[in-house]
């Protein structure tokens, strides 16, 4: 202490406890001279560096100390947090081992080996660290939190609860780390309404709050309430604008709500310019090889597997190679299941990125000499379109999973059709539109082929069954309004719904709630989920008529209930997202099965249904046919598909 004045000595540790670490710094670095051969100075300059996150002068004041007094406590400390914030774990657990042998009533030490093998995953000997600090000292709170985390990784719920409420009994300094555990324990739990309190208490609490409001909107979409799930991304954005996650994540969910188009190109616009904020430029390409023998082409994304995405590529794959190419994966994610194994064998080269930077991830595609780049994944989770940013690849494409414009120039074209893409919607999007002659995607089949239609269930029933199995959150306070309209004109009529949400009670709860306020009895409005898509395929011939959601229409389920002969009725949109089941069946001729507005679609419901042996004729004739559709003729898409993008390249 004798380093400096007292004064000033109490001025800078005022100051550090504060996190003012550059004013700290202005001060020491005063008496910068005059100190050097002062431990304390050294240690107390090199703490404001490494808080600063200049980690090699911080490293540089440490060695200074250590040299002065190699087995100083407070050196040999600092010396051990500075190699576990560089990440060189083993060097800091070897640091904190040797002092807890000369220091073993000290529970700072055991306290940070207990962080040291938390973040190494070692969460068994993490707990015994944590324990060991609470053992000296059972107020010790962030032991107490960390060993809650710990238990919580090793799926000990119950243990985990049970430690981080002994927490936050002793929360002195009101952190809100403990209660957002707490609240994404029982949201994995399923325990909405406690989620929900925890996460609310959270929000009064000290700490970031932008991860607080980020889990709210998760466990709102999980309870089919997008609006405030906009809400919160939205909080959440304004606490840090430059996190690219959560607004592609805002940006996702704006889908599900009846936003202007101008309002999702602005927000789309404010992430591309983010991800220009970052630093991130475009790599230089490699030119291209005049005469090539095949085209190389690359997908991209999270979701080769069990998912709308592999049931279009499983068929896709196996036909396209056929043609001038090779085709390769970049696989966001490390889920692997049936899906995933079929579909990894018809690429040629299969590359896991998921743990890849971008600048890595874009090396191994360039180094590929990959001249198509197709995105599969848009603003959807796990999406990597700031490797699209980087512009690894001369022509880059938007197709299938997202029915959106990305709002990345950097991605050319969006692959539409003449009835979700229209030239004159143009202006919706950043990408070019790419038209394909009949239709945007096509559905596999050969994993679904055994599965057929039975007759009209109505023959059976008497009366008529409506059917919803899009997304649940697509079936919004709005379309339950018109649906309750439709079951109350149409005499002892159904409507059933399948969705993975609907496992939940609470959301059974909602939208029975939703019904009943428009008079229509519970009994009359099924809602269940099929644990397989072979039994949710199976249930289509269950339902008469399949009500399409809007504005945020039925993408795969349309092409499903297709497969099944089971007549859409659909709403004209306007934009790709809304006008999905136009294309469907615009391409099955059924072309007055699309509503013009709201009250056409109540009375083309109501007309429909009134005459059973029509609708039986109609079944039929779709029985007939529609499997040969554009909807389900993959040799045929695929090679239109392969001719397109090829004239693109060619013409670049």
């Known amino acids: 202490m004798n380093f400096i004045k007292e004064e000033k000595y109490s001025e800078i540790i005022h100051l550090i406890k504060s996190s003012k670490f550059s004013e700290a710094l202005n001060l020491l670095s005063e008496f910068k001279n005059s100190y050097l051969n002062d431990i304390l100075f050294n240690n107390l300059i090199g703490f404001v560096y490494q808080n600063l996150e200049d980690y090699v002068n911080a490293s540089k004041h440490f060695l200074d100390s250590y040299k002065l007094d190699n087995n100083n406590f407070d050196t040999n400390f600092n010396i051990g947090v500075l190699n576990f914030k560089q990440k060189k774990f083993q060097e800091a657990e070897r640091i904190f081992t040797k002092l807890s042998k000369n220091f073993s009533i000290n529970k700072d030490i055991f306290y940070n080996l207990g962080i040291i093998k938390l973040e190494t995953n070692q969460y068994g000997e993490a707990k015994e660290y944590f324990q060991k600090a609470l053992d000296l000292d059972s107020e010790f709170y962030f032991a107490q939190h960390h060993l809650g985390e710990c238990y919580e990784k090793l799926n000990s719920n119950d243990l985990a609860i049970l430690h981080y409420k002994k927490a936050q009994l002793i929360n002195s300094q009101r952190f809100n780390n403990t209660l957002n555990n707490l609240g994404n324990i029982f949201l994995k739990l399923r325990n909405y309404d406690l989620s929900e309190?925890?996460?609310?208490?959270?929000?009064?609490?000290?700490?970031?709050k932008k991860t607080i409001y980020n889990n709210l909107s998760v466990l709102y979409l999980e309870t089919l309430d997008a609006a405030k799930a906009y809400d919160c991304l939205q909080k959440s954005l304004n606490l840090d604008g430059n996190d690219c996650k959560i607004l592609s994540r805002l940006i996702s969910s704006s889908l599900y709500?009846?936003?202007?188009?101008?309002?999702?190109?602005k927000i789309s616009e404010q992430y591309r310019s983010i991800l220009s904020n970052k630093g991130l430029t475009k790599n230089e390409l490699k030119k291209a090889t005049v005469g090539f023998k095949k085209l190389k082409i690359g997908f991209v994304s999270a979701d080769f597997r069990?998912?709308?995405?592999?049931?279009?590529?499983?068929?896709?794959?196996?036909?396209?190679?056929?043609?001038?190419?090779?085709?390769?994966?970049?696989?966001?994610?490390?889920?692997?299941?049936?899906?995933?194994?079929?579909?990894?064998?018809?690429?040629?080269?299969?590359?896991?990125?998921?743990?890849?930077?971008?600048?890595?991830?874009?090396?191994?595609?360039?180094?590929?000499?990959?001249?198509?780049l197709i995105d599969m994944s848009g603003h959807s989770g796990d999406n990597r379109l700031s490797i699209f940013k980087l512009k690894p690849s001369s022509i880059q494409i938007s197709?299938?999973?997202?029915?959106?414009?990305?709002?990345?120039?950097?991605?050319?074209?969006?692959?539409?059709?003449?009835?979700?893409?229209?030239?004159?919607?143009?202006?919706?999007?950043?990408?070019?539109?790419?038209?394909?002659?009949?239709?945007?995607?096509?559905?596999?089949?050969?994993?679904?082929?055994?599965?057929?239609?039975?007759?009209?269930?109505?023959?059976?029933?008497?009366?008529?069954?409506?059917?919803?199995?899009?997304?649940?959150l697509k079936v919004n306070e709005n379309f339950i309004n018109v649906c309750s309209k439709i079951l109350l004109r149409v005499q002892n009529s159904r409507i059933i719904f399948k969705s993975p949400q609907l496992l939940e009670n609470t959301?059974?709860?909602?939208?029975?709630?939703?019904?009943?306020?428009?008079?229509?009895?519970?009994?009359?409005?099924?809602?269940?989920?099929?644990?397989?898509?072979?039994?949710?395929?199976k249930s289509y011939n269950n339902i008469d008529i399949a009500l399409d959601t809007f504005p945020y229409s039925g993408g795969t389920t349309s092409f499903e209930l297709s497969w099944m002969c089971v007549p859409l009725l659909t709403k004209k949109g306007d934009r790709f997202i809304s006008k999905c089941g136009e294309s469907v069946n615009y391409n099955l001729g059924m072309n007055d099965w699309i509503a013009k507005d709201e009250d056409d679609y109540i009375n083309k419901a109501v007309l429909f249904s009134k005459d059973i042996k029509k609708l039986e004729i109609i079944k039929k004739k779709l029985v007939q046919h529609s499997r040969n559709t554009n909807l389900f003729n993959m040799n045929k898409f695929a090679k239109e598909f392969f001719e397109q993008i090829t004239n693109i390249y060619n013409s670049r």
């Open 197 to 208: 309190e925890y996460f609310l208490d959270a929000l009064q609490f000290q700490g970031s």
């Open 257 to 265: 709500l009846n936003k202007d188009i101008n309002n999702y190109k």
């Open 306 to 372: 069990e998912h709308p995405v592999g049931y279009y590529l499983l068929d896709f794959l196996g036909q396209i190679k056929k043609l001038n190419c090779e085709i390769y994966a970049y696989s966001n994610s490390k889920i692997e299941d049936n899906y995933t194994k079929l579909i990894k064998k018809e690429f040629y080269k299969w590359i896991d990125i998921s743990s890849l930077s971008d600048e890595e991830a874009c090396s191994f595609i360039r180094n590929d000499g990959i001249d198509i």
């Open 399 to 472: 197709w299938a999973a997202y029915l959106a414009s990305t709002g990345l120039q950097e991605i050319d074209y969006i692959i539409g059709d003449p009835y979700v893409t229209p030239i004159q919607d143009a202006q919706i999007y950043v990408e070019k539109i790419l038209q394909l002659k009949d239709i945007w995607c096509c559905l596999s089949t050969t994993d679904i082929k055994n599965i057929n239609p039975t007759e009209l269930p109505a023959i059976k029933n008497g009366y008529i069954t409506f059917g919803c199995f899009n997304n649940i």
């Open 507 to 537: 959301n059974k709860k909602r939208i029975h709630k939703l019904f009943e306020n428009n008079f229509i009895d519970p009994s009359k409005v099924i809602l269940n989920y099929d644990v397989n898509r072979i039994e949710l395929l």
